[in-house]
């Protein structure tokens, strides 16, 4: 699923080819792409776009009485479209500008959960985007030790929480885990006020890195094409310390982590019980 570093660079590419352009029409594909019925798209035609925003891995079309949200999910994207077929491939929605090119939401596979809420900018506080807890990149070292001090899980689950932090996923919380130099199991509840420093010191570096590639492109990325020290890597050496990089597989998705780095040299054994090996 994109992260705050994809979802944040595709915000501001789209921003700059299309703020001022004028909505013509909404035009869902399947019945599940629009996920709200008041107010309706319609009162946005006809007015500029002024921006494309982002909150946690939510996309936001602003226009002055509304904002269309968008989450990708897994595999969606909101893509360029200069051709405007119609029936676009895996297509889900598309904003017709009133000039060429549209906007396609599409969403490869077959679960179909990427959508559009249309939402009143007097209630943009409200779902989707209430239940997100704070942008990742405003969690302080007191609010986030704060938090662990009451919330006892393991951290690479906290990480990825959207209630508890907005924007981070799989790929964040490996390198996060990794530049913070915390076992991906570490309980937060035992962090403390040094764990939860850093722990935002490394989400800092992380996405500020992230940004920067993502900034290079022309288009999103998916989490296998970013660069990362331990994601996408198991087997091949840690950057900092020359280990090799493990893993614990779970279904759908891989923890990667340094021994030397993160666990005092131990191995975890790669099942959901996360146990070390001896």
């Not at 989490?223 to 614990?248: E, F, M």
Request: hydrophobic share 40%; aromatic share 6%.
């Amino acid at each position: 699923m994109p992260e705050l570093p994809e979802v944040q660079a595709h915000a501001e590419r789209l921003t700059e080819q299309f703020a001022g352009r004028q909505l013509v029409k909404f035009q869902p594909f399947t019945f599940t792409a629009l996920k709200t019925a008041v107010p309706r798209p319609d009162v946005a035609y006809g007015l500029p776009l002024e921006r494309v925003g982002r909150r946690g891995k939510y996309l936001k079309l602003q226009f002055r009485p509304v904002t269309f949200v968008v989450h990708l999910m897994q595999g969606g994207r909101l893509l360029v479209d200069e051709k405007q077929s119609l029936k676009p491939r895996n297509g889900q929605a598309r904003f017709v500008f009133a000039e060429a090119p549209a906007l396609t939401l599409t969403e490869a596979g077959t679960e179909r959960r990427a959508g559009v809420w249309c939402i009143a900018n007097n209630a943009i506080d409200g779902p989707p985007l209430d239940r997100l807890g704070p942008e990742a990149l405003d969690v302080t070292p007191q609010s986030l030790a704060a938090s662990f001090a009451t919330t006892n899980m393991r951290i690479h689950g906290y990480l990825r929480d959207q209630h508890r932090i907005a924007g981070l996923g799989r790929l964040l919380a490996n390198e996060v885990c990794h530049r913070a130099k915390i076992s991906p199991f570490a309980m937060t509840g035992k962090l403390g006020a040094n764990g939860a420093a850093a722990v935002v010191a490394a989400i800092h570096e992380a996405v500020e890195d992230g940004l920067a590639y993502e900034r290079t492109r022309s288009d999103m990325s998916s989490s296998a094409d970013r660069p990362g020290r331990v994601h996408g890597r198991v087997g091949q050496p840690c950057p900092v310390c020359s280990d090799t990089i493990r893993s614990v597989s779970y279904s759908g998705y891989t923890v990667a982590y340094c021994p030397t780095c993160q666990t005092g040299g131990k191995v975890l054994a790669d099942n959901t019980t996360s146990r070390f090996l001896k």
